[in-house]
């Protein structure tokens, strides 16, 4: 009995999380097509662009890397930048525990993996709905995955042949964020709350080099929410409303 | 950069792209996280798309400086309207791409 509802969920699941998992897949194409024309104009084998994609499956960092590289810098510096770079996934992973309450940790491991700004904005979306496991959330990762590796390929084998910005597809990532956003956005707080991150984070944009911005705008931001909920729910307590 | 050396450096990258990706969910998954937490947590992923979205589209990736005039913020509210307006994350993708394009073209 047990295995009739297993494996009818696993028909299901499939093409719930493929369909959760393209608007990703069109915006990986268009920057996995770029950083592979572009690391293969620095110089990168398309073998050791296909394995920097697959290891480190992150893609400003990946660009960061290859101008870097290619100008010459060490070892050490590109690893730490990397790190700089990629230590905002730290709080969308945060943020996920709230919807992986005692998984497998082995699973989790694997979940981690495929932690990147577009997977965490989709599966997070898809979690706050109530209707998403950590099964469909890892198909959304190893799809999108599958996609940004094929795409740095493609583009690092044919890539100069695809004419610059065809139909708008750089645009397809800012739109699924504003659709995302879109999502979150479940009360005033929570548009005060992104207002904030939004304005800071251009501020942090201009004034700090480096790729920092979204960290210090988003704890500060978030913070902000806590501040105002917490003093808002102080006032009702003390003047006695209900 | 020697091949050996290129390994080595997208190992380094990849180990330290994916311990800030592994760590929160290995060790917090499996605890009761303090109420000021949770809620602090809430509100990571509306500010998270804020500080993706804003600079993206805001800021003039040729000067450098801030542009409200440029065709990335001036279809970013058409879409984010669309999206307010259909819940669609499809239909939102769909119609920012090809706003974009038009604005790219006639702008």
Known sequence: MKMTTDSTATGVYLPRAFAAAWPICLGYLA?????GVLARQAGFA???????????????????????????????????????????????????????????KSMLSLFAYGVTDESFAVNLGKFSEGTWSLKHALVVNHVAN??????TILGGYAGSFIPEGAFGIDYALTAMFLCLLVFQLKGRLYVFVSAVAGVLSVIFFLA??????????????????????????????????? | MTSEAYLLCILGMGLVTYIPRWLPLFCLSDRRLPLWLVEWLTYVPACILSALIFPS????????????????????????????????LGG??????????????FL
Not at chain 1, 146 to 151: I, L
Not at chain 2, 62 to 87: C, H, S
Request: hydrophobic residues 55%.
């Open chain 1, 208 to 242: 700090i080099p480096g790729n920092s911005y979204v960290i210090l705008s988003s704890v500060l931001a978030a913070t902000t929410g806590v501040v105002i909920k917490s003093c808002y729910l102080h006032k009702k307590r003390t003047s006695g409303e209900p």
């Open chain 1, 31 to 35: 920057i996995g097509l770029a950083f």
């Open chain 2, 92 to 105: 939102t993708v769909i119609v920012g791409m090809a706003l974009f394009w038009l604005a790219d073209k």
């Open chain 2, 57 to 88: 589209i805001v800021i003039d990736p040729e000067t450098g400086g801030v542009d409200f005039l440029q065709p990335a913020f001036l279809v970013a509210i058409p879409t984010f309207l669309f999206a307010l307006k259909t819940r669609s």
């Open chain 1, 46 to 104: 398309v073998y050791q662009i296909a394995l920097m994609s697959l290891v480190v499956f992150a893609g400003s960092a990946q660009f960061i890397a290859v101008s870097m590289i290619s100008a010459g810098a060490s070892v050490l510096s590109v690893i730490a930048t990397t790190f700089m770079v990629n230590l905002r996934h730290i709080l969308m992973s945060s943020s996920l525990t709230l919807h992986l309450r005692g998984e497998r």
């Open chain 1, 146 to 151: 599958f996609f940004w590796v094929m795409s």
